[in-house]
């Protein structure tokens, strides 16, 4: 029973690397997301998927990308990594975009150097 | 713009006894989604609690309860029975219905269940 499986939970970088957050799940959900966590700012909502080739921003959506090419997978692209992307990233899936009620994945703690 | 306002940071409460978070959030909508999300020390956050703003009737899922009052736009949480597990960081979040609309979550607080 999976769920909203992420990868890695832990990643350090330098300053200027990219790299790729994984975001999978098995419940055939439309809807996915993606949400960083910093001290006393809540959940900020990076980018958001309703489907399979439909992408939007979210809040705070420079210096990320994504893509949605299966419903299974949503990953989460640092372009340039900068110390200000230190977070911790979390997941997030539903069965109705419009639900509210989401899944989340264990989280993914960054820290850029 | 919405806004959701979780004024305390930091609560604690006795094992057994029922403790408040507190929520508030400012709208000019008037059919919209309320929810309580916790976040244990494991980090994996889960839905405890849902409210439809139409409804009259507060929301109950065991010993999670809320207090909706729409007309002062205040959402709090009662956990009755406290125990250990409910150790963990607690998101207030809104949602208003229909299209392109999106969770927005309040800067949580973090409740410490003592035994």
């Known amino acids: 029973n999976a769920g909203v499986t992420q990868t890695p939970k832990f990643q350090v970088l330098k300053t200027g690397q990219s790299m790729t957050l994984q975001c999978a799940q098995d419940?055939?959900?439309?809807?996915m997301s993606w949400y960083r966590q910093d001290p006393g700012m809540g959940l900020r909502l990076i980018h958001y998927s309703v489907g399979a080739g439909i992408t939007d921003q979210g809040e705070v959506p420079n210096g990320y990308n994504v893509s949605r090419s299966t419903t299974e997978d949503f990953p989460l692209r640092l372009l340039s990594a900068a110390p200000s992307q230190t977070s911790v990233y979390f997941c997030?899936?539903?069965?109705?975009?419009?639900?509210?009620?989401?899944?989340f994945g264990e989280g993914s703690r960054l820290t850029v150097l | 713009a919405q806004t959701v306002t979780q004024s305390q940071p930091e609560m604690s409460v006795q094992e057994a006894e029922t403790v408040t978070l507190s929520c508030t959030y400012d709208t000019s909508e008037n059919n919209y989604y309320l929810f309580w999300y916790k976040q244990p020390p494991s980090r994996q956050m889960i839905l405890v609690i849902r409210q439809e703003a139409y409804k009259q009737q507060n929301a109950t899922e065991n010993r999670f309860s809320v207090n909706f009052q729409k007309a002062a736009k205040s959402f709090s949480l009662k956990i009755s029975d406290s125990q250990l597990g409910d150790t963990a960081m607690y998101f207030c979040?809104?949602?208003?219905?229909?299209?392109?609309?999106?969770?927005?979550f309040g800067k949580g607080i973090t409740l410490s269940v003592r035994p």
């Open positions: 979040a809104f949602m208003v219905t229909g299209a392109n609309s999106k969770l927005t």
């Open positions: 419940m055939n959900h439309e809807y």
């Open positions: 997030a899936s539903s069965p109705r975009w419009s639900s509210g009620e989401l899944f």
